[in-house]
């Protein structure tokens, strides 16, 4: 595919990811800093960070939600790391269904964190794959303009 | 100095996150900012490093929220331990939050997601810090005592502003020490200090502004002091709490080389100590490795790590504490031998004790044979052992005094006569900040008293 095409495919996938609300300015952020700091692996390196960090977390609270006594101050500590974490790439939408989550552990209801988990599990879930197809995209689009020198 | 190395250049933070993340986008961030930039993962092997390489940070940014310690926690521990000037962090900012996180000594609360520009002007608050303690310690006599703070100011470039070496002035800083020491310090009067001094050219007015000051000094070190003991006391991780101690104790004291005692590195000596119990003072004094010419290797590697697996029960804490107290040569030998054969995850090797007063029987005794210094550590390790009972979660500020009169202790207890340059008595230490052979930094200069006052 020409260079041309692929930048378009990725600006695309970006702008769609900011207006829907999936990233806030926070990865706008990080964006920059990859671009004035001149190192372009930077974005890359933080979201696969952030994906591998957030998959941890929601395994670990998955463990948790099936213990027969659920610790929700354990599973509202685990919560809060994701929040913290989401919040680090701009992930925005994952951050509000995890500051829903919280209500559910404050609640202590497990039905409702069960759900609560769901739904982050989801957002993180389509998150993740529009990062993935964004570094594909990236790593295309390097591979092109290499090519072409 | 160019414009390239100039302050804030090459600001040595510290970040201290769990969050991984959150980790590689501050060192970005910062190095953006042209700081020199450390990350660490856990507060555990944050208090480490900072302990390690104690002169080598001028600042920490920390999170609050992180599962090996509280952030509130490391930012007590920083305070009493470094007196770094600390940044806190976190995505939650409740008012609450932001309090608690004032009332503990940060000197500012970041929410997540930092900008750039808050980053950029971190430098402000370590600036802010070297500029109070210059100015506590200053006085109309200008610039004389900045020279104590000088490698306080290490990491600044702007070294200049401080320098001075006045050979001059360090001798009549001596004989001032010296004067005061041989008066004894409550009879002390500017007036007395002159005739002894005899120093030609030198006035009332001289004497009398730099007692001044060196009662200000004292008093805040006595401040500090009393926070210190009760903050490591109070810890949950008591362990932690011991192993500042000791390392408080271990870590400060610098003598002179020609000390005529020639006292021994911490490192050789200490693993050969017998069991103070029977010591003489005089005995005590050969055997306590205080003067350790090169600092730097005083903090042993497996000072915090050491202590990782003791219960965190209180009741240890007190124990450890207490026999940090009093057994000083014991704990410090315990503190290095552990580190040289424990393993990170070994049981720490303390001479058990069974039951507070037992401790408490063994203190004293200790305390009993070893002279003069006796009433001043008395309500030391009382104080600890009051402190044991008090709960985790005082509201309000977090020292509270109960039960505590450190007050108590008058500087007057401590039989100067006793002593000569070479003991770790406030005299001494009234020396060892004033010598000029003495690498001192701002830290050093907070711990004479607590090594004075509760160690033999």
Not at chain 1, 5 to 13: E, G, K, N, Y
Not at chain 2, 157 to 175: A, E, H, Y
Not at chain 2, 215 to 244: C, M, P, V, W
């Amino acid at each position: 595919m020409a260079g041309a095409a692929l930048r378009d495919q990725l600006s695309a996938l970006l702008s769609s990811m900011f207006s829907q609300g999936l990233v806030d300015e926070q990865f706008e952020q990080l964006q920059m800093l990859q671009d004035e700091g001149g190192t372009p692996g930077f974005v890359a390196e933080v979201v696969t960070l952030f994906c591998d960090d957030a998959e941890r977390i929601i395994a670990e609270i998955a463990t948790l939600l099936e213990q027969p006594i659920v610790s929700f101050d354990k599973v509202d500590a685990f919560v809060h790391q994701l929040k913290g974490s989401s919040a680090s790439v701009g992930a925005q939408k994952v951050k509000f269904t995890c500051m829903q989550f919280r209500q559910f552990c404050q609640e202590k209801s497990r039905d409702g964190c069960l759900m609560a988990l769901a739904v982050v599990r989801n957002e993180f879930y389509d998150l993740r794959n529009k990062f993935q197809t964004m570094l594909q995209l990236e790593q295309q689009i390097q591979a092109y303009d290499h090519k072409q020198q | 100095m160019d414009a390239a190395t100039a302050f804030p250049y090459g600001l040595r933070v510290l970040v201290v996150d769990d969050d991984p993340t959150w980790l590689k986008i501050l060192e970005k961030m910062l190095r953006k900012c042209s700081y020199e930039v450390t990350t660490c993962g856990l507060a555990r092997v944050a208090l480490d490093i900072l302990r390690e390489r104690k002169n080598k940070f001028d600042i920490v940014i920390s999170d609050v929220n992180m599962p090996d310690m509280d952030g509130f926690k490391l930012l007590e521990h920083i305070g009493l331990e470094m007196d770094l000037p600390v940044i806190m962090m976190s995505i939650d900012g409740e008012t609450s939050r932001v309090m608690k996180g004032v009332q503990h000594g940060a000197c500012d609360y970041l929410l997540k997601p930092v900008r750039m520009k808050e980053l950029r002007n971190i430098w402000q608050h370590v600036y802010r810090k070297k500029m109070h303690e210059v100015k506590e310690i200053e006085g109309h006599d200008s610039c004389d005592d900045l020279q104590i703070l000088r490698n306080g100011f290490e990491g600044l470039d702007d070294k200049s502003l401080f320098m001075r070496s006045d050979s001059d002035t360090m001798r009549k800083r001596k004989d001032f020490v010296n004067a005061v020491n041989q008066i004894g310090f409550d009879k002390v009067g500017p007036k007395k200090i002159l005739d002894l001094m005899n120093v030609p050219g030198l006035t009332r007015e001289n004497v009398a502004s730099h007692l001044q000051k060196y009662r200000l000094y004292l008093s805040r070190l006595q401040k500090q002091n009393e926070e210190r003991i009760l903050g490591a006391a109070r810890q949950d991780f008591s362990h932690k709490g011991t192993s500042e101690n000791l390392n408080l104790r271990s870590s400060f004291q610098e003598q002179p080389s020609n000390i005529p005692n020639g006292y021994p590195h911490a490192s050789q000596n200490i693993q050969t100590q017998a069991n103070m119990q029977d010591s003489q003072l005089e005995d005590t004094k050969s055997t306590v490795p205080l003067p350790l010419p090169d600092k730097k290797e005083v903090y042993m590697e497996g000072d915090g790590r050491d202590f990782s697996d003791v219960k965190p029960s209180l009741m240890d804490c007190i124990k450890s504490t207490s026999l940090a107290l009093t057994c000083t040569v014991d704990s410090i030998s315990v503190q290095l031998s552990d580190s040289g054969t424990t393993s990170a995850d070994g049981d720490l090797k303390f001479s058990s004790v069974d039951g507070l007063s037992s401790i408490k029987n063994c203190c004293f005794d200790q305390i009993n044979s070893q002279g003069p210094l006796r009433p001043s550590q008395e309500p030391s390790i009382i104080g600890c052992t009051e402190l044991a009972s008090l709960p985790d979660d005082q509201p309000g500020y977090p020292y509270p005094l109960q039960g505590v009169s450190f007050d108590n202790i008058p500087l007057s207890s401590f039989d100067f006569s006793h002593y000569n340059d070479a003991t770790m008595i406030l005299s001494g230490l009234q020396n060892n900040w004033y010598d000029d052979d003495l690498e001192f930094s701002s830290e050093t200069m907070d711990y004479p008293l607590i090594d004075g006052r509760l160690f033999a």
